[in-house]
T-cell receptor, first 113, second 113 residues
Framework: AQSVAQPEDQVNVAEGNPLTVKCTYS??????LFWYVQYPNRGLQFLLK??????LVKGSYGFEAEFNKSQTSFHLKKPSALVSDSALYFC???????????FGIGTKLQVIP | DAGVIQSPRHEVTEMGQEVTLRCKPI?????LFWYRQTMMRGLELLIY????????DSGMPEDRFSAKMPNASFSTLKIQPSEPRDSAVYFC???????????FGSGTRLTVV
């Protein structure tokens, strides 16, 4: 079985401040972890992934995420938030060798000018 | 590349009618996934194909739902007969190989009245 938890329904951050969107996962075996962003009335867009290697992965639009195996976490971060980052963010996981991806319920990020 | 193309963008139909949703994946992508998104249940995987072959349809809610992929550039999701509880946004996503993220289409918003 595999699952993802996004503990915050919404995160508010002031423009220019660092942001963190939290994600924890549960999977038997090696995890493949992903972050996606969804703007209103659009499909999800891929931001970044962790498959193996460095625990800090960098992705699109200045986002990065840190894989922490001991805490089973994969938090999304950005050093300086933009108003245009306001959107719905999804964390996702699948087990190595398994094709089905499980998505979290999403976290709404609101960047306040 | 135009990305994953879904049609129609919006569909309003009466209960009992047949609905067909269409998807054109990105050329060269060998995996295709159909997801349904609702506020209550989030993103649910309905079915996925690998090289045009259905691999796992365990997420298809019931026999009223069917999906086909007659060739590498086209897939359909059919609901017959439709019911109000089928109202949701249906996304198609494609992927190349096992190590990449998905590319999602813009979705079809289905309303069954």
């Amino acid at each position: 079985a595999q699952s993802v938890a996004q503990p915050e329904d919404q995160v508010n951050v002031a423009e220019g401040n660092p942001l963190t969107v939290k994600c924890t996962y549960s999977v038997s075996g090696n995890p493949y972890l992903f972050w996606y962003v969804q703007y209103p009335n659009r499909g999800l867009q891929f931001l970044l992934k962790y498959i193996t290697g460095d625990n800090l992965v960098k992705g699109s639009y200045g986002f990065e995420a840190e894989f922490n195996k001991s805490q089973t976490s994969f938090h999304l971060k950005k050093p300086s938030a933009l108003v245009s980052d306001s959107a719905l963010y999804f964390c996702a996981v699948r087990k190595e060798g398994y094709q089905k991806v499980t998505f979290g319920i999403g976290t709404k990020l609101q960047v306040i000018p | 590349d135009a990305g994953v193309i879904q049609s129609p963008r919006h569909e309003v139909t009466e209960m009992g009618q047949e609905v067909t949703l269409r998807c054109k994946p990105i050329s060269g992508h060998d995996y295709l996934f159909w997801y349904r998104q609702t506020m209550m249940r989030g993103l649910e995987l309905l079915i996925y194909f690998n090289n045009n072959v259905p691999i796992d349809d365990s997420g298809m809610p019931e026999d009223r739902f069917s999906a086909k992929m007659p060739n590498a550039s086209f897939s359909t999701l059919k609901i017959q007969p439709s019911e109000p509880r089928d109202s949701a946004v249906y996304f198609c996503a494609s992927r190349k190989g096992s190590y990449y993220g998905y590319t999602f289409g813009s979705g079809t918003r289905l309303t069954v009245v």
